[in-house]
């Protein structure tokens, strides 16, 4: 089913559990094309477990709900199914992938999503040399391609190498979780520039983060709050920085008695 009025990511009532233990109790939210959606809530809140749950990891079953992309059912594909609908998640902490190169891991990536996109594959050449383009823009020595998948990277250069795959592999959506963690200033600002540039292009974001002037920086649409495995709070940059000045609990608190008040 394809529609041009509904939301590009629509999330509806997503409960997600890790073994015995439901995480995501109830999800819903919406992220238009092109826009951009914070995503905050305390350690534990389970905003990790709503990109690997919508990535498609096999360890987080969704046991009811709903999430589309473009209008495609995301919960029956499996994760390179999701990657070629037009979904990119990045990791919190990535992950070494010993013995296999970095250009090719990732060259391979860039060619499954463009043939679903019904566009001719890359060869050796051009990935090369838009892989190297990319990689400067994010600060990323070009001697970075030609090792094994984050094989004795640091954090930032892991953070990197994810922006570097966001970059070239074009995504309709992307889910970046604490990309800012473990990167430096410089780092931090190429964020903000790859995620402004690609939102012209209209990629649509779903950021997790708790670094406010980040935040600041990136413009949101929106801001959200999950807590305990449910959006308890939407609002704009103000939700931000209030979360920011008060910390999450003292937030909750006045959150909640707000609602009883009301
Ligand atoms: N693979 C896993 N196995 C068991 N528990 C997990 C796993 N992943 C996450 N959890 C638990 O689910 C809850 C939510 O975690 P997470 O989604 O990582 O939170 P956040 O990203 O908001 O800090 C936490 O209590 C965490 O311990
Ligand atoms: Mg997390």
Redesign the pocket.
């Not at 350690?43 to 477990?49: A, E, F, H, L, P």
């Given at each position: 089913m394809m529609s041009t009025h509904s939301a590009l990511l629509q999330v509806r009532d997503l409960r997600v559990d890790?073994?015995e233990?439901t995480?995501l109790q109830s999800v819903t939210m919406d992220v238009p094309k092109g826009e951009l959606v914070v995503l905050m809530?305390a350690?534990?809140?389970?905003?990790?477990?709503l990109g690997m749950a919508l990535a498609g990891h096999p360890?987080y079953h969704v046991a009811s709900g709903q999430a589309l992309l473009g209008g495609t059912d995301l919960i029956p594909l499996e994760a390179h199914e999701r990657a070629r609908a037009g979904l990119f998640v990045s990791f919190?902490a990535p992950p070494d992938v010993p013995g296999v190169k970095n250009n090719l891991f990732i060259r391979t990536a860039i060619n499954a999503v463009r043939q679903a996109r019904g566009e001719d594959p890359q060869d050796a050449f051009d990935f090369l040399s838009g892989a190297k383009a990319a990689a400067k823009e994010l600060g990323l020595p070009a001697t970075m391609l030609s090792r094994p998948v984050n094989e004795g990277f640091s954090g930032g250069e892991r953070k990197r190498n994810e922006l570097l795959q966001l970059s070239l592999m074009k995504p309709k959506l992307a889910m970046l979780d604490e990309i800012d963690s473990g990167m430096d200033v410089d780092g931090v600002r190429a964020v903000v520039k790859l995620v402004e540039r690609m939102r012209g292009e209209g990629t649509a974001f779903i950021i997790v983060s708790h670094y406010l002037q980040m935040i600041e920086s990136l413009q949101p649409d929106r801001v959200l709050r999950?807590d305990a495995g449910r959006i308890v709070e939407e609002g704009d940059i103000e939700l931000a920085r209030g979360i920011a000045r008060t910390g999450f609990k003292q937030h909750a608190a006045a959150a909640a008695a707000a609602t009883v008040g009301a």
């Open positions: 890790i073994g233990r995480v809530g350690n534990g809140s389970g905003k990790s477990t360890s919190q999950l």
